[in-house]
């Protein structure tokens, strides 16, 4: 008897979610681009001039980005803190690529918001794992606001029922000279 896992596959609904990679290394963004599309993943955008993230960001609307550190300006760090400042989404993972093991760094990153760190040379298995984890918590995330949204929607909805009843039920307990 197999139990169902928490963790089961769902790749074809994780192959639809959407990822920017930004890194000014083409060789690193054709690497993470071959791996994505090994894993089945089908919508990506990537970002080789650092000066385009943010505009590509906004427009793609992704649900994972996977951010280079080292870059001529802006920086992974600056890219990262604006990512963070100019978001209104409750939950975006940001996955830091970086040869930088220094802990200075990991504190400044994870302090401006990175949800995960990939040290560079990558390994392909540990990239997919992480994406696939991340992912699946953004799902889970984004299906949990659209629960709330269609639960605030049906609370304002019973309540406006709910006044129009007691109005209605007002007007009927009114004296009669009142009613005429």
């Not at 993470?32 to 427009?59: H, P, Q, W």
């Not at 049906?154 to 009613?179: M, N, V």
Request: with cysteine.
């Amino acid at each position: 008897m197999s139990r169902s896992s928490p963790w089961a596959d769902d790749s074809a609904l994780l192959g639809k979610m959407k990822m920017v990679i930004i890194d000014d290394e083409p060789v690193n963004i054709a690497l993470l681009e071959e791996i994505l599309v090994e894993n089945g993943y089908t919508r990506f955008e990537s970002v080789v001039d650092s000066k385009l993230a943010l505009e590509v960001c906004k427009n793609f609307q992704p649900d994972l980005v996977l951010l280079d550190l080292m870059m001529p300006a802006p920086d992974g760090f600056a890219i990262l803190e604006q990512i963070r400042a100019e978001t209104d989404e409750a939950f975006l993972p940001v996955i830091v690529l970086t040869a930088d093991t220094n802990e200075e760094s990991k504190r400044r990153v994870l302090e401006a918001g990175a949800t995960d760190f990939l040290l560079k040379p990558f390994d392909h298995v540990e990239v997919a794992l992480r994406i696939r984890n991340l992912l699946k918590s953004r799902r889970a995330h984004l299906l949990l606001d659209n629960q709330r949204a269609a639960l605030e929607d049906a609370i304002r909805e019973r309540t406006s029922e709910l006044h129009a009843t007691i109005a209605g039920f007002q007007k009927t307990d009114a004296p009669l000279s009142e009613r005429v």
